[in-house]
Nanobody, 117 residues
């Protein structure tokens, strides 16, 4: 079993920055990909950003140019740098990873991000 532990959420003012981190508890399997989803109240969970083991990234159109996803060298931790945040970025952010060879999907417990003045 793999656990994903998120940190870095909180309250931030519009236009501010926040950095989310997500660390996996085991490193004996290599990743296929890691990333972040978010879910706002009353809305469906949506993909924010993902990164593959090869370093390819993809972003939701609403965050492109403002958010940056990255991992540490060992690909044990995934980061989401959130800049120029907007009130509509308010949501619970969930980290995920899919591990080789089975591509089993794991989720973090979620971290609240609130953008408000």
């Amino acid at each position: 079993q793999v656990q994903l532990v998120e940190s870095g959420g909180g309250l931030v003012q519009p236009g501010g920055s926040l950095r989310l981190s997500c660390a996996r508890s085991r490193s004996d399997f290599s990743i296929y990909d890691m990333g972040w989803y978010r879910q706002a109240p009353g809305k469906q969970r949506e993909l924010v950003a993902g990164i593959t083991s090869a370093g390819s990234t993809n972003y939701a159109g609403s965050v492109k140019g403002r958010f940056t996803i990255s991992t540490d060298d060992a690909q044990n931790t995934v980061f989401l740098q959130m800049n120029s945040v907007k009130p509509e970025d308010t949501a619970v952010y969930y980290c995920y990873t899919r591990l080789r060879p089975t591509l089993t999907l794991y989720w973090g417990q979620g971290t609240q991000v609130t953008v408000s003045s």
